[in-house]
C-alpha cells in the first residue's frame, strides 16, 4: 500500500511544465525532421517554377513560384515552434557551469555518465593519497592527483533529511535509520567514502 504523500507524477523541472515521454520525443522529431524536407521541398519547386517562368516567358509560373515560398515561411514558424517545444537539455557551458535546459528535453531522465565517481575507503584507514588515473569525470585527462587527505577532515552526509520527510516514523523503518556516509570530495573529480569513521 502506497503512502498518500507520495504521488506519482513525471518529474517537471522548474525551466519547463512539458512532461517528456518517449513517444512524444519521437513524434516531434519525426515532424521536425519532415517539417525540413518539405520546407526544402517548397523552396527547391518555388525557384524552379520561378526559372521556368522566366524561361518560357509565361506569368503563371511566377504566382506558384510566391505561393510556394510563402508556404514554405510557414513552414518555418511551424519548425520553431516545434524546436521550441521540444527545447533542450541541461549541459555543462564552457566554463563549467550547468545550463539548465528547456521544453520537453529539460525533464528527460539524465545519463549517469560523466558524474562523480566514489570509491570506498577501508573503516580503518586514517589518511590516503587521491589516485585519479582515468582523469576527471567530464573527461579532461589529468595526472595522478597526489592529494594527501585525513578522515577527520571528512564531511558527514546522511542517506536522507528527516525534516524533509513528512512522516518520519514510517520512514525512519523503511530507510537505514541514522544512516549515511563520511565523504570527501577532491577537486580532480573523484569522490571517497567510507560508513563508519
Given at each position: 500500500?502506497?503512502?498518500?504523500?507520495?504521488?506519482?507524477?513525471?518529474?517537471?523541472?522548474?525551466?519547463?511544465?512539458?512532461?517528456?515521454?518517449?513517444?512524444?520525443?519521437?513524434?516531434?522529431?519525426?515532424?521536425?525532421?519532415?517539417?525540413?524536407?518539405?520546407?526544402?521541398?517548397?523552396?527547391?519547386?518555388?525557384?524552379?517554377?520561378?526559372v521556368l517562368g522566366m524561361a518560357i516567358q509565361r506569368w503563371w509560373p511566377?504566382?506558384?513560384?510566391?505561393?510556394?515560398?510563402?508556404?514554405?515561411?510557414?513552414?518555418?514558424?511551424?519548425?520553431?515552434?516545434?524546436?521550441?517545444?521540444?527545447?533542450?537539455?541541461?549541459?555543462?557551458?564552457?566554463?563549467?557551469?550547468?545550463?539548465?535546459?528547456?521544453?520537453?528535453?529539460?525533464?528527460?531522465?539524465?545519463?549517469?555518465?560523466?558524474?562523480?565517481?566514489?570509491?570506498?575507503?577501508?573503516?580503518?584507514?586514517?589518511?590516503?593519497?587521491?589516485?585519479?588515473?582515468?582523469?576527471?569525470?567530464?573527461?579532461?585527462?589529468?595526472?595522478?592527483?597526489?592529494?594527501?587527505?585525513?578522515?577527520?577532515?571528512?564531511?558527514?552526509?546522511?542517506?536522507?533529511?528527516?525534516?524533509?520527510?513528512?512522516?518520519?516514523?514510517?520512514?525512519?523503518?523503511?530507510?537505514?535509520?541514522?544512516?549515511?556516509?563520511?565523504?570527501?570530495?577532491?577537486?580532480?573529480?573523484?569522490?571517497?567514502?567510507?560508513?563508519?569513521?
Amino acid at each position: 500500500m502506497e503512502h498518500p504523500a507520495i504521488e506519482q507524477q513525471p518529474a517537471v523541472a522548474s525551466g519547463s511544465g512539458i512532461p517528456w515521454s518517449e513517444e512524444a520525443e519521437t513524434r516531434i522529431r519525426r515532424r521536425i525532421r519532415y517539417t525540413w524536407l518539405e520546407i526544402w521541398g517548397c523552396f527547391v519547386a518555388g525557384l524552379l517554377f520561378a526559372v521556368l517562368g522566366m524561361a518560357i516567358q509565361r506569368w503563371w509560373p511566377l504566382p506558384v513560384s510566391a505561393l510556394l515560398f510563402g508556404y514554405g515561411v510557414v513552414l518555418l514558424y511551424g519548425l520553431a515552434l516545434a524546436t521550441e517545444q521540444i527545447g533542450t537539455a541541461m549541459r555543462r557551458g564552457p566554463r563549467g557551469e550547468f545550463v539548465e535546459g528547456s521544453g520537453m528535453l529539460a525533464n528527460k531522465p539524465r545519463s549517469t555518465r560523466g558524474l562523480t565517481m566514489w570509491i570506498q575507503h577501508h573503516e580503518r584507514q586514517i589518511d590516503f593519497i587521491c589516485h585519479n588515473e582515468s582523469g576527471d569525470p567530464w573527461g579532461v585527462p589529468t595526472e595522478n592527483c597526489g592529494r594527501r587527505y585525513e578522515w577527520r577532515d571528512a564531511k558527514w552526509v546522511p542517506n536522507y533529511d528527516p525534516a524533509q520527510m513528512q512522516d518520519t516514523e514510517l520512514f525512519a523503518k523503511e530507510i537505514d535509520p541514522g544512516g549515511g556516509r563520511y565523504v570527501i570530495l577532491c577537486p580532480c573529480g573523484l569522490g571517497h567514502f567510507k560508513l563508519k569513521r
